[in-house]
């Protein structure tokens, strides 16, 4: 038994430095376990918001603007493609070559609170701010001159969520209505 006294002492520091080694490599392996975790979390969270505003952009995205020439009258075209009507309609903006077009209404009048139906095309209206300088003003401005045109607008889709949309850019949510 002499053997056997002599092996006691290292036997329990090697048996305790053999938990401790063990308690740090469970410690590491679930601080690592626990950043996967969240890192997955933050992406799924991440990919389940942009799925819903693609969802929510859906109907706002098949509303376009076009600027054309009606008799002697300058108009802004609002089509709907969707299968649901859009509402409160309002073209805050229009801009050209070289001249900057506004919605010949007032707040609140018909012209800027437009239901456009599904399927449907509503047109308004414009002036420009400075007539003198607008296509058309003179007879040949419009011969063989493609005038370029970017509509700003604001609507409310079916679901109730507002929309704003310059040109042909991708339409964004206004969060919340302003008042003035």
């Not at 859009?86 to 070559?97: A, D, Q």
């Not at 042909?168 to 302003?178: E, Q, V």
């Amino acid at each position: 038994m002499s053997g056997w006294s002599t092996l006691q002492p290292v036997l329990p520091t090697a048996v305790a430095w053999s938990a401790a080694i063990s308690q740090v490599v469970g410690t590491v392996a679930t601080l690592a376990a626990v950043v996967v975790a969240l890192w997955i979390a933050l992406r799924d969270g991440r990919r389940a918001r942009d799925e819903q505003a693609d969802r929510d952009a859906r109907q706002a995205r098949l509303v376009t603007f076009e600027v054309y020439r009606r008799g002697d009258r300058w108009r802004v075209g609002t089509t709907n493609q969707s299968t649901a009507p859009i509402f409160e309609v309002t073209v805050t903006k229009v801009t050209g070559t070289d001249h900057v077009g506004y919605v010949e209404a007032v707040p609140g009048s018909p012209a800027q609170l437009t239901v456009v139906p599904a399927g449907g095309k509503v047109e308004q209206t414009i002036k420009f701010a400075d007539p003198e300088s607008s296509p058309g003003s003179d007879s040949t401005s419009t011969n063989g001159v493609s005038w370029s045109y970017q509509v700003s607008a604001n609507f409310l889709d079916a679901a109730g969520l507002r929309w704003s949309r310059t040109g042909s850019d991708p339409p964004r949510r206004i969060l919340s209505k302003t008042t003035s």
